[in-house]
């Protein structure tokens, strides 16, 4: 699978306490509908996934964190799209850094979702799912991202980096994009 990118988040040091975590993150299209997690503690829109338990196969964590967060049915892995690696502050005193590895891959699943079953954590944060445009969601992510809100979480830039590759690699250019060239 493909490297998409490494964000560092903060300057290393030899004595740098590093966690290491993996995650998997679905990509569900729809032509230009994209399949996704609004957050409103963050203000935000991500693509469903999250952390693999340890040990977890990244496919079974994959399927597992698609129909937690989203309820999708008849999950179908259709291809690879990529990994991003990053690095970023951690909050627990053990750690000064946490190093993740997304593994992206595109799916589809059946046409409508059931219940989802979201952790304590995200329904305290107000996370839902919505099927958006992508370039929407890409506008809204980067005004968030321009206004610098306090509210703003750390995975924002990785996942409009992922949504703004999507649309260079997979769709056409939107409408109101091509209007103002």
């Known amino acids: 699978m493909r490297l998409i990118a490494t964000l560092n988040r903060e300057l290393f040091t030899p004595e740098l306490r590093i966690l290491e975590r993996r995650a998997a993150r679905g990509i569900i299209m729809r032509d230009h509908d994209i399949l996704l997690l609004y957050t409103r503690r963050y203000n935000d829109y991500s693509l469903p996934g999250g952390g693999l338990d340890d040990g977890e196969a990244v496919l079974a964590g994959l399927h597992r964190e698609l129909a937690e967060e989203t309820g999708a049915r008849d999950i179908r892995v259709e291809r690879e799209f990529g990994i991003l690696d990053e690095y970023r502050p951690w909050y627990k005193p ?3 850094l946490m190093f993740m590895r997304s593994y992206f891959y ?7 979702l059931g219940a989802v079953r979201m952790e304590d954590y995200e329904i305290a944060n107000g996370m839902e799912v919505r ?4 370039h929407d969601a ?6 968030v991202m321009a206004a610098r809100e306090a509210s ?3 995975s924002i830039a990785r996942e409009t980096l992922i949504l703004e590759l999507l649309v260079r690699e997979r769709l056409a250019p939107s409408p109101s994009l091509a209007l103002a060239d």
Do not use: R, T
Request: net charge negative.
């Open 94 to 96: 053990e750690h000064d």
């Open 106 to 112: 595109e799916c589809s699943v059946a046409e409508s």
């Open 131 to 134: 099927w958006m445009n992508i």
């Open 138 to 143: 890409i506008a809204h992510n980067h005004g």
């Open 152 to 154: 703003m979480g750390l």
